[in-house]
């Protein structure tokens, strides 16, 4: 696209060219496996990486492709890669960059789901991940040292909504000469927060969430802000001989989209998380109205986060968009349009009552995800969390009578009536 367009327009034109044999608004489903080689060079350039199209769909396809460019657009970064889920997103991330033996620094408020995956079955594979006390560069420093990759955090760190303070920590991350690594499903595909403009390198997203929006398809997709130099000795996987594509050196090939590149080549080829055409093309269709439903789901959450503070049944809320939450400053510096979809509560009691009241909710559906159209309700320490030790949840915010909620686009006097006769 030739202008500078703004991301209301990007959110639903960016990537796409008109295909010139059906000339269809939509982006097509290249619901294809395999592709075509045009004649004998053609294919073996192709898997020389001396030209670019497709071979496969495990490594590309065009309907992803749409969705990663549109990403990469959203995201300001210089390439994306769409996954299968935004669990593989993570995994491929870190593999880009670390190997056994190595370590990943990493905040401690972190989706449940990860936190396991770093602290098993990474640990599994060789990997350290070091977690530290909170996602403050001060806690994050003495935990980097020579064999340590990347700093990982999380936005809006889910469940207890931490914003980092992107900034310092991204000019920690340049002090020590390794990447940052954010995790930004809860940033809105970009819509609330572009982490790479505050210094991040990568941008993760599980695009499950508000991308997809519809809770019909798992995705994921990594962005790449084409901003770290990787060819600075520590980092061989990106800027040393591939040896699993004979000899190649992604960073001379692609560039500043190294990260991109070799997580498809090497994470998407060897591991196979490919994402299905079908799945991006229910992502593409959430990009075209992902502005409205963050607005309406922003909106929502501020209200019934409002109504939850007043409420003599509720112990606390934790929503960044109240005055008084520890990261509402925080979320004034970093964020747009809103303070984000989902907040904790805890009402008061413990686990019994937490329980009680979810079961008499009538409308917001109680379920362990977020972003979708409808308002859905969790109890963490029973689900999402569980495999955590009890030392593990309060750490990662999440108490016996802590309940997650995340804001569909429903009428919001709708949702607080439900709110209010579940409370009692
Ligand atoms: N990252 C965050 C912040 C999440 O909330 C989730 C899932 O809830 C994931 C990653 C994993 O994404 P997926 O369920 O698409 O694998």
Redesign the pocket.
């Known amino acids: 696209m030739k202008r500078n367009y703004k991301f209301e327009t990007l959110q639903v034109r960016a990537g796409q060219e008109i295909d010139p044999v059906s000339k269809g608004t939509a982006v097509p489903i290249y619901q294809s496996t395999a592709y075509v080689f045009d004649d004998m060079q053609y294919g073996a350039d192709l898997f020389s990486l001396k030209k670019a199209g497709n071979i496969y769909t495990r490594i590309t396809n065009t309907t992803n492709e749409v969705f990663e460019k549109r990403m990469a657009a959203l995201e300001n970064g210089v390439a994306a890669t769409a996954t299968?889920?935004?669990?593989?997103?993570?995994l491929l991330s870190l593999l880009n960059v670390a190997k056994k033996g190595d370590n990943i620094v990493s905040s401690p408020f972190?989706?449940?789901?990860?936190f396991t995956m770093f602290a098993i079955t990474l640990r599994d594979m060789g990997i350290e991940v070091r977690f530290a006390k909170s996602d403050r560069p001060e806690d994050l420093e003495p935990l980097i040292d020579g064999s340590t990759k990347a700093i990982f955090i999380?936005?809006?760190?889910?469940p207890a909504f931490s914003i980092p303070d992107f900034e310092p920590i991204a000019d920690l991350a340049r002090k020590k000469g390794i990447c940052l690594l954010v995790?930004n499903?809860?940033g809105m595909a970009g819509y609330l927060c572009r982490p790479i403009e505050y210094g991040a390198n990568i941008s993760?997203?599980?695009?499950?969430?508000w991308i997809c929006g519809h809770g019909t398809a798992?995705?994921?997709v990594i962005v790449d802000g084409g901003n770290f130099k990787w060819d600075i000795g520590k980092y061989p996987l990106l800027a040393g001989p591939s040896e699993s594509y004979h000899g190649a050196v992604y960073t001379e090939i692609f560039g500043n989209a190294a990260f991109a590149a070799r997580a498809r080549i090497d994470g998407l080829r060897n591991l196979g998380p490919a994402p299905s055409p079908f799945n991006s093309f229910l992502m593409l269709q959430g990009l075209e109205t992902l502005s409205l439903r963050a607005d309406r789901c922003c909106g929502n959450a501020l209200e019934i986060a409002e109504f939850l503070e007043r409420h003599p049944k509720v112990e606390s809320v934790n929503y960044p968009g109240l005055p008084k939450n520890p990261y509402h400053g925080l979320g004034k510096k970093y964020l747009r349009h809103g303070f984000g979809g989902v907040m904790t509560f805890k009402v008061k009691g413990g686990f019994k009552e937490a329980a009680d009241f979810v079961s008499r909710l009538e409308l917001i559906l109680h379920v362990?995800?977020?972003?979708d159209t409808k308002s859905l309700i969790v109890h963490p320490a029973s689900t999402?969390h569980s495999q955590l030790s009890p030392k593990e949840q309060i750490a990662a915010g999440v108490y016996p009578n802590t309940l997650r909620l995340s804001a569909g686009i429903e009428n919001v006097d709708d949702l607080i009536c439900d709110l209010e006769s579940a409370l009692g």
């Not at 299968?84 to 993570?90: I, L, N, T, Y």
């Not at 993760?204 to 969430?209: D, L, V, W």
């Not at 362990?368 to 972003?371: D, K, L, Q």
């Open positions: 299968a889920s935004g669990q593989s997103a993570v972190l989706y449940g789901g990860t999380e936005n809006l760190a889910n995790d499903t809860f993760i997203h599980s695009a499950t969430k798992l995705g994921g362990g995800s977020v972003g999402t």
